[in-house]
């Protein structure tokens, strides 16, 4: 029995190999990501945690918000963008690790109002739209930096109605903030992502922007150069995989 106990069990041991490592016993990763992936993301990230990772730890707001936040040296492993503009500023900076940006999603502008509006809108008549959307308040996210208000104002433009329509706009700090002026009745119309609609009950679509009106929209992810967390590099492979992705299109996102 002493033989067995000293030498065999050793040896068993070996041959399993060393216990897993279990999710409690490693660091969740930082994720900051743009607003309107609250949803997505999330189930992302339950789907990783059922795989035996640490849930990852998401902190949403504007992208452009974020960025400011990252160039400022807050701490993340991995930031999502909902444009490549803010993706580009931090690599400009040197905050991105080489190799591991990628532009995954891609979504849609659309007009939103209450889900008991009665309104309809045709974008062929400049004139029409432009009476309806200045008839009162446009809810936007912020035109000048956040990327769903920059898609917007891109819009109006090539519509021909933006200097008719801007004096009405009401500037949020993000998408999401955009979409609950809408929601609660503070402004009658909005302009979201398509996927932001989507995860409303409280408004409805009541047009949608051509897509030669806006610039594509794209969504890029990166691990950030300082990030020393290895389940932020293993998260950021699963959001581009084919699962990652799949989960993704089942709120409403288009994929590359």
């Known amino acids: 029995m002493r033989y067995f106990g000293k030498f065999v069990m050793p040896a068993l041991l070996a041959l399993l190999g060393p216990a897993p490592v279990m999710a409690a016993d490693r660091q969740p990763p930082l994720v900051l990501a743009a607003a309107s992936l609250q949803e997505s993301i999330s189930a992302a990230a339950n789907a990783w945690a059922a795989s035996r990772h640490p849930r990852p ?24 963008s909902a444009d490549e503009t803010w993706m580009d500023d931090l690599a400009g900076r040197g905050l991105i690790a080489p190799g591991t940006r990628v532009s995954f999603l891609g979504n849609s502008l659309v007009l939103v109002a ?104 794209s969504y890029p992810v990166a691990r950030l150069k300082a990030s020393v967390n290895p389940e ?22 288009s994929v590359r």
């Open 232 to 253: 932020g590099e293993g998260f950021r492979r699963f959001l581009v995989s084919r699962a990652g992705k799949a989960i993704f299109v089942r709120y409403g996102f």
């Open 57 to 80: 730890v998401i902190s949403f707001a504007a992208s452009s918000t974020l960025a400011r936040q990252l160039a400022a040296g807050a701490p993340a492993d991995l930031f999502v």
């Open 114 to 217: 209450p889900a008991t509006s009665k309104v309809r809108v045709e974008f062929r008549n400049p004139a029409r739209l432009a009476a309806l959307l200045s008839a009162g308040a446009l809810a936007m996210a912020d035109t000048e930096s956040v990327p769903a208000g920059k898609y917007g104002k891109a819009a109006l433009l090539k519509l021909g109605v933006w200097s008719a329509v801007s004096p009405k706009v009401v500037r949020a700090e993000n998408v999401r903030a955009a979409l609950a002026l809408v929601e609660r009745g503070a402004a009658p119309l909005g302009i979201v992502y398509a996927t932001d609609a989507r995860a409303s009950s409280a408004v409805r679509v009541v047009g949608v922007f051509p897509a030669a009106t806006y610039p594509a929209i």
